[in-house]
């Protein structure tokens, strides 16, 4: 067996030192309709996502998701499912109309997000 010279074996315990133990950050983002969309453009979104394979089940009447019966709080879960799988980029963002979601840090319309 090969003899590991010291520096090789402190470079490896340093590597798994910072491996397990820096904390991770979270990169999460989230789309979500912004608080002046009309009801008009909140249904379209809901629509155009669940037409495009957004499961939407969640948001219909005994869903995960469907409390806060609000609909603002169903077209952000649908327009957040919609941009987590289609590659988190703004486009992905953009829905009806041309109205962007805002691209946010936090999910501001309670525990339900995708």
Request: hydrophobic share 40%; charged share 10%; net charge positive.
């Amino acid at each position: 067996m090969a003899k590991m010279s010291p520096l090789i074996l402190f470079f490896l315990l340093l590597s798994f030192i910072m491996i397990h133990y820096l904390p991770v950050v979270s990169s999460t983002k989230f789309c979500v309709a912004g608080v002046d969309s009309t009801s008009l453009q909140l249904q379209a979104n809901i629509n155009f996502g669940c037409s495009q394979g957004v499961d939407c089940r969640a948001i219909q009447p005994g869903g995960s998701c469907f409390n806060p019966n609000k609909l603002i709080n169903h077209a952000s879960y649908v327009m957040n499912a919609y941009y987590q799988s289609h590659g988190r980029t703004q486009e992905a963002c953009k829905f009806v109309f041309g109205v962007y979601g805002i691209i946010t840090a936090t999910y501001p319309y309670g525990d339900c997000s995708y």
